[in-house]
């Protein structure tokens, strides 16, 4: 089976603009959550996605959404960026999510943002 | 709430040397532990879980894991590293329902 793939791989925006990332989950896997990995911060949780609802959701602000197709894929996007935004975003699948607690999370390769 | 604690965000040891990466967590009900490692410019890649049955889990690269319940810890052990096990390392625990939480990770530098 194909991994969780993330494009792009690297992006360069400045403060103001907005980007919208993208996850394709595993084969068979219907949640997607997207975490936010900073040396500061460490990996924090954005929101999970399941059945293309959003059903947890971290502490982030407004700015960050996200949503996920019929298809299990996966979008996040960030308007307004600000400097504090550059991080290695990134997506995990897995089958049931959070609703078990024990499912394996599949991590992709990240996309790591910029913001000048 | 749960939480989990690394011991050591930063842990050198020579190659072919035993290692050990510490993990505490806290929580009140009963947990499912995971260890994953990241590779620079790398997603997070699963090492080994604990979800219940026998404490010592074993998992890939060689690496095994005790978990304690009384002492709330889940420490990786590696009985010799290699040079390519020099990667960063997280712990993470889940319950649930509940998300996965981690901890902020151990460097582990292996020198020739």
């Known amino acids: 089976k194909a991994g969780v793939t993330q494009t792009p791989r690297y992006l360069i925006k400045t403060r103001g603009q907005q980007v919208t990332l993208s996850c394709s989950p595993i084969s068979g896997h219907r949640s997607v959550s997207w975490y936010q990995q900073t040396p500061g911060q460490g990996l924090q949780f954005l929101f999970e996605y399941f059945s293309e609802t959003q059903r947890n959701k971290g502490n982030f602000p407004g700015r960050f959404s996200g949503r996920q197709f019929s298809n299990s894929r996966s979008e996040m996007n960030v308007s307004t960026l600000e400097l504090g935004d550059s991080a290695l975003y990134l997506c995990?699948?897995?089958?049931?999510?959070w609703g078990s607690g024990a499912d394996t999370q599949y991590f992709g390769p990240g996309t790591r943002l910029t913001v000048l | 709430a749960q939480s989990v604690t690394q011991l050591d965000s930063q842990v050198p040891v020579f190659e072919e040397a035993p290692v050990e990466l510490r993990c505490n967590y806290s929580s009140s009900v009963s947990v499912y532990l995971f260890w994953y490692v990241q590779y620079p410019n790398q997603g997070l890649q699963l090492l080994l879980k604990y979800l219940s049955g026998s404490t010592l889990v074993k998992g890939i690269n060689g690496f095994e894991a005790e978990f304690n319940k009384s002492q709330t810890s889940f420490h990786l052990r590696k009985p010799s590293v290699h040079i390519s096990d020099t990667a960063e390392y997280f712990c993470?625990?889940?319950?649930?329902?509940?998300?996965?939480?981690f901890g902020q990770g151990t460097e582990l530098s292996v020198k020739p």
């Open positions: 993470a625990v889940s319950t649930q329902g509940g998300k996965l939480i």
């Open positions: 995990a699948s897995s089958l049931d999510g």
